[in-house]
T-cell receptor, first 116, second 110 residues
């Protein structure tokens, strides 16, 4: 079973620039999550999709962050303009409510963003 | 007070030791309790999950939940250098939107 794919793995940008991250979830997983993990902290949920609809985006800084999941499969997360405090690892995860043997989510390797 | 508290460590133990990792939480609505392992520069990997109070065992790993004390633990028996990683506790309510602890860094030295 292929895992959650994310790209790019690393990105360095200057503050006020824009950046986009891409995620391809595990095939058949209806639920997709974007997390932000700042160094030394646990992942913080930014947004959760169920198919192509947003379930929870209460912690997404909507003035600069946006996310979409066209056709309920791949997803992109964008930051525009970036700030220094956005430096973090952005993790994508997916899960399937129908998979009763695995209540948890599968995570990708993440995109490490450095804003300078 | 944070919803989930977890000591960041690092916790350094010799190979073969029994490791105890813990989290406390404040939200009594949490129903799902999970432990993730995260190697350096990798995404978190689910190790264990439980739905209620009690113990759950899987090989060398035992997860324990005490909802009355709002306290969860992960025990690792016969620890190996390959267990060196950051261990994240996570918990959630009915829908799967977990709140993570900050993680405990574990170092198992030969």
């Amino acid at each position: 079973e292929a895992g959650v794919a994310q790209s790019p793995r690393y990105k360095i940008i200057e503050k006020r620039q824009s950046v986009a991250f891409w995620c391809n979830p595990i095939s058949g997983h209806a639920t997709l999550y974007w997390y932000q993990q700042i160094l030394g902290q646990g992942p913080k949920l930014l947004i959760q999709f169920q198919n192509n609809g947003v379930v929870d985006d209460s912690q997404l800084p909507k003035d600069r962050f946006s996310a979409e999941r066209l056709k309920g499969v791949d997803s992109t997360l964008k930051i525009q303009p970036a700030k220094l405090e956005d430096s973090a690892v952005y993790l994508c995860a997916s899960s399937s409510p129908r998979d009763s043997s695995h209540l948890g989510a599968f995570f990708g390797q993440g995109t490490r963003l450095t804003v300078v | 007070q944070k919803e989930v508290e977890q000591d960041p460590g690092p916790l350094s133990v010799p190979e073969g030791a029994i490791v105890s990792l813990n989290c406390t939480y404040s939200n009594s609505a949490f129903q799902y309790f999970m432990w993730y392992r995260q190697y350096s520069r990798k995404g978190p990997e689910l190790l264990m999950y439980t739905y209620s109070s009690g113990n759950k065992e899987d090989g060398r790993f035992t997860a324990q939940v005490d909802k009355s004390s709002k306290y969860i633990s992960l025990f690792i028996r016969d620890s190996q250098p390959s267990d060196s990683a950051t261990y994240l506790c996570a918990m959630g309510r009915r829908s799967y939107i977990p709140t993570f602890g900050r993680g405990t860094s574990l170092i198992v030295h030969p």
